[in-house]
């Protein structure tokens, strides 16, 4: 799974990216709920299309890496994962993956499957359009 969190600058209209992996270790005696993702997947809308409070203040920061790990991250100009899929968006992507359980990557699937069947929400590939891998 990756997080991603979007920023835009109000006076340019640009958009910056800080996205985050979040993955389970393999050891089940190591896993650890992340507890940003655990408000908001405690929160979230039960029927597909609609919206739900989150009474419980969600900290953003527990998102992204801590201590050295935060220095070691890559940066690419791309464009945004959903539609309208604008490019010149500057993406930072932290190396260093953040620790969830299991149980929480099967609830987030559970979710964007509208809890009938386990989904996924990546966007098809895109073309390159003149970028540099």
């Not at 998102?63 to 791309?78: I, K, N, T």
């Not at 899929?85 to 930072?92: H, P, R, T, Y």
Request: charged residues 15%; negative net charge.
């Amino acid at each position: 799974m990756e997080a991603h969190l979007v920023h835009r600058n109000m006076s340019t209209g640009g958009f910056l990216v800080l996205g985050v992996m979040l993955q389970p270790p393999k050891s089940a005696s190591r896993q650890q709920p992340n507890p940003c993702l655990a408000v908001a997947l405690e929160h979230v809308p039960r029927e597909p299309q609609t919206e739900a409070d989150c009474p419980t203040p969600v900290n953003p920061a527990q998102l992204l890496p801590a201590g050295l790990a935060a220095g070691q991250f890559v940066h690419y100009q791309g464009s945004l994962t959903t539609p309208p899929c604008s490019e010149s968006v500057d993406w930072v992507v932290f190396e260093q993956p953040l620790p969830i359980t299991d149980q929480q990557a099967f609830d987030f699937m559970w979710f964007t499957g509208a809890g009938k069947t386990y989904g996924h929400n990546a966007r098809p590939l895109q073309p390159l359009n003149g970028r540099s891998l």
